[in-house]
């Protein structure tokens, strides 16, 4: 009787272990300073980087995959920068990259532009650039929040947790 409470507390325990896991538990973090750095998320998907001078001290940055939801007409997930609220000295740059496959029909993948959630909206980020060989989407900003790939138009935050997109 007590091997069979060990087998099944075993089996108990992995099958709460492999349910657990879902999106935004890979997290990867760093530490950057005043000599800036680059910060890739585990799924490799979103980057940041810091060039010298854009921070003062010694910062912990991670990257995750929100679990937020995306944008409606997401082009990929959407990932949150933290510590949130942190804002740099000089821009830094957010690259995150995109399925071409999940461009809506009549859009130009060059009009693509990267966006951050504020107030409940979508909000795109001025002078995107679209890397059409790497699929990529790259934009300065100041400050972290959630970022994700749009068709450039102001969203309803949220509004759509099933239209989470996977890169193939």
């Known amino acids: 009787m007590k091997k069979l409470f060990v087998v099944l507390a075993a089996v108990l325990l992995l099958a709460i272990m492999a349910c657990s896991s879902s999106k935004g538990d890979d997290v990867s973090s760093g530490n950057i300073g005043s000599a800036g750095g680059t910060i890739v998320s585990s799924d490799k998907n979103a980057t940041l980087n810091v060039p010298a001078g ?16 995306d944008p409606p007409g997401a082009i990929a997930f959407s ?15 957010v690259s995150l990259k ?9 859009i130009n993948e060059t009009d693509l532009q990267l966006a ?9 980020l001025a002078n995107s650039t ?9 934009a300065p900003t100041n ?11 102001p969203l309803p935050y949220n509004s759509d947790p099933l239209s989470l997109r996977r890169l193939k």
Do not use: K
């Open 116 to 124: 951050y959630a504020q107030d409940g909206n979508w909000v795109p």
């Open 143 to 153: 400050h972290f929040s959630t970022y994700a790939t749009t068709c450039g138009t």
């Open 98 to 106: 995109y399925n071409t496959e999940l461009i809506p029909e009549g």
């Open 54 to 69: 854009a921070l003062s001290n010694d910062t912990t940055i991670s990257i995750a995959e929100s679990t937020e939801g």
């Open 130 to 138: 679209v890397d059409t060989t790497n699929h990529i989407i790259s």
């Open 79 to 93: 990932y949150i920068f933290t510590p949130d609220g942190l804002t740099f000295n000089s821009a830094v740059t």
